[in-house]
């Protein structure tokens, strides 16, 4: 394969209208709204200026009478206080914990600061800034270590209300970027880890374990080149198994595309240039979450949803979708799979592929695969959809309970 000597330069300018697609017109967001919680609140301290982490968790009637404990993970710049509702849902019969990542929702200090001027009276706080909390992602390691901590208070938690010396068994229920975190984590930490061996199964939902495809026209500007750094970081020092003529290419394309897309990102990622080099949310993505028209209007309403996203963030985060993707035939827990085969926002490609690699690791390892629908966000859509699927989430769980009594 040959390059042409404009090669990088047409990377550079593919980037450019990238961004000027999907950046338009920067707007001051407030909030103005009280944080949505749920719950009862525990505070888990942690080192640095981070502040505290909070874990909020609901109790059924009569909690020593819980099957199980479950803890909630939302996705990519949302917040666990959307999930009140599901949380009530589950903890009808399980101990149900939620809390917010690392730079999102509370987790992230302008949003924290903004959450207690308005308990103190103020009437609205600028947190148009909030994406700034992103800078120090270049990868999903300090997410990873919230889970970890709090994962470890849920177990906690769960235990105090013990019924006997039998520990409950544990099930995470995570969605899109908090399934892939979800993910990473329990298969790094699986052989070392007490918290994770008390993990008796999780439920994926539209997890991020492939880039993102956009629809429509902006699908023909910017998937060309999401594919182009996807392929490129895939095969980035990782020879694949193919004829050595094939082999050499890739090597030498990702040798340019990956160190210059890399610096790329990461320059437009510096102050005075992120300020309008950083993607804003498209009006696009929130079609694509729900069919609920209810929902929607409330996603658009929602202020403590980031909605901007450092390009920082965002070229690791493809980064630790190609490295979990060479690993992940060793994930062995079991696992309850849900995908919508139309989705844009996490492509179903990513699902059937860790699929095909784990699914015979374990005799609960379930998939259910939505052929004709679009949406992102499985715990938002519209009735009786919804309540289905919260249906079948029980029941796999009801599976996996009886298995480990």
Same mark, same amino acid.
């Given at each position: 394969?040959?390059?042409?000597?404009?090669?990088?330069?047409?990377?550079?300018?593919?980037?450019?209208?990238l961004?000027?697609?999907?950046?338009?017109?920067?707007?001051?967001?407030?909030?103005?709204?009280?944080y949505?919680?749920?719950?009862?609140?525990?505070r888990?301290?942690?080192s640095?200026?981070?502040?505290?982490?909070?874990?909020?968790?609901?109790?059924p009637?009569?909690?020593?009478?819980?099957? *199980?404990?479950?803890?909630l993970?939302?996705?990519?710049n949302?917040?666990?206080?959307?999930?009140?509702?599901v949380?009530?849902?589950f903890?009808?019969q399980?101990i149900?914990?939620g809390?917010?990542?690392?730079?999102?929702?509370?987790?992230?200090?302008?949003?924290?600061?903004a959450?207690?001027?308005?308990?103190?009276?103020?009437?609205?706080l600028?947190?148009?800034?909030?994406?700034?909390?992103?800078?120090?992602l270049?990868d999903?390691e300090?997410?990873?270590?919230?889970?970890?901590?709090?994962?470890r208070?849920?177990?906690? !938690?769960?235990?105090?209300?013990?019924?006997?010396?039998?520990?409950?068994p544990?099930?995470i229920v995570?969605?899109?970027l908090?399934?892939?975190?979800?993910?990473?984590?329990?298969?790094?930490n699986?052989?070392?880890?007490? *918290?994770?061996?008390?993990?008796?199964?999780?439920?994926?939902?539209?997890?991020?374990? *492939?880039?993102?495809?956009?629809?429509?026209?902006?699908?023909?500007?910017?998937?060309?080149? +999401?594919? =182009?750094?996807?392929? *490129?970081?895939t095969?980035?020092?990782?020879?694949q198994e193919?004829?050595?003529?094939?082999?050499?290419?890739n090597?030498l394309l990702? =040798?340019?595309?990956v160190?210059? !897309?890399d610096?790329i990102?990461?320059?437009?990622?510096?102050?005075?240039?992120?300020?309008? =080099?950083?993607?804003?949310?498209?009006?696009?993505?929130?079609?694509?979450l729900?069919?609920?028209?209810?929902?929607?209007?409330?996603?658009?309403a929602?202020?403590?949803?980031i909605?901007?996203?450092?390009?920082?963030?965002?070229k690791?985060?493809?980064?630790? +979708?190609?490295?979990?993707?060479?690993?992940?035939?060793?994930?062995?827990?079991?696992y309850?799979?849900?995908?919508?085969?139309q989705?844009?926002?996490?492509?179903?490609?990513?699902?059937?592929?860790?699929?095909?690699?784990?699914?015979?690791?374990?005799a609960?390892?379930?998939?259910?695969?939505l052929p004709?629908?679009?949406?992102?966000?499985?715990?938002f859509?519209?009735?009786?959809?919804?309540?289905?699927?919260?249906?079948?989430i029980?029941?796999?769980?009801?599976?996996?309970?009886?298995?480990?009594?």
């Amino acid at each position: 394969m040959k390059l042409n000597r404009n090669y990088p330069a047409a990377i550079l300018t593919s980037v450019f209208l990238l961004l000027t697609m999907l950046s338009g017109c920067v707007h001051h967001k407030f909030v103005s709204e009280p944080y949505p919680r749920w719950g009862e609140e525990s505070r888990v301290d942690q080192s640095g200026d981070s502040g505290p982490l909070i874990v909020r968790t609901l109790f059924p009637p009569a909690p020593t009478n819980a099957r *199980a404990c479950m803890l909630l993970v939302h996705g990519m710049n949302e917040h666990v206080g959307r999930y009140g509702e599901v949380a009530r849902h589950f903890a009808r019969q399980f101990i149900v914990a939620g809390f917010d990542f690392y730079a999102h929702g509370l987790s992230n200090p302008l949003l924290r600061q903004a959450d207690m001027a308005l308990a103190g009276g103020a009437d609205r706080l600028d947190v148009s800034d909030a994406y700034l909390a992103q800078s120090s992602l270049y990868d999903l390691e300090p997410m990873r270590r919230t889970l970890d901590q709090v994962l470890r208070k849920t177990i906690a !938690l769960c235990d105090e209300h013990e019924q006997g010396d039998v520990e409950r068994p544990v099930f995470i229920v995570a969605h899109s970027l908090g399934a892939l975190v979800t993910a990473s984590y329990l298969l790094s930490n699986r052989n070392e880890s007490d *918290a994770v061996r008390r993990v008796q199964g999780v439920i994926f939902l539209a997890p991020a374990f *492939a880039v993102s495809e956009p629809p429509g026209w902006r699908g023909w500007l910017a998937n060309p080149l +999401i594919k =182009l750094s996807f392929h *490129a970081e895939t095969h980035f020092l990782h020879p694949q198994e193919e004829p050595l003529p094939v082999l050499m290419a890739n090597q030498l394309l990702s =040798l340019v595309t990956v160190p210059l !897309l890399d610096g790329i990102f990461e320059v437009f990622s510096w102050p005075g240039l992120r300020s309008f =080099l950083t993607p804003g949310a498209q009006a696009w993505v929130v079609d694509y979450l729900t069919d609920s028209e209810e929902e929607k209007a409330r996603l658009r309403a929602d202020d403590w949803i980031i909605r901007r996203a450092l390009l920082r963030f965002v070229k690791g985060i493809e980064a630790e +979708i190609v490295r979990f993707r060479r690993q992940m035939g060793e994930f062995t827990l079991p696992y309850y799979l849900v995908y919508s085969e139309q989705d844009p926002i996490t492509a179903s490609w990513g699902n059937k592929d860790f699929a095909r690699a784990t699914l015979v690791h374990h005799a609960d390892n379930d998939v259910l695969a939505l052929p004709d629908l679009r949406y992102h966000q499985h715990l938002f859509l519209k009735e009786p959809a919804r309540t289905e699927l919260l249906r079948h989430i029980e029941h796999w769980i009801d599976r996996r309970l009886h298995a480990v009594e």
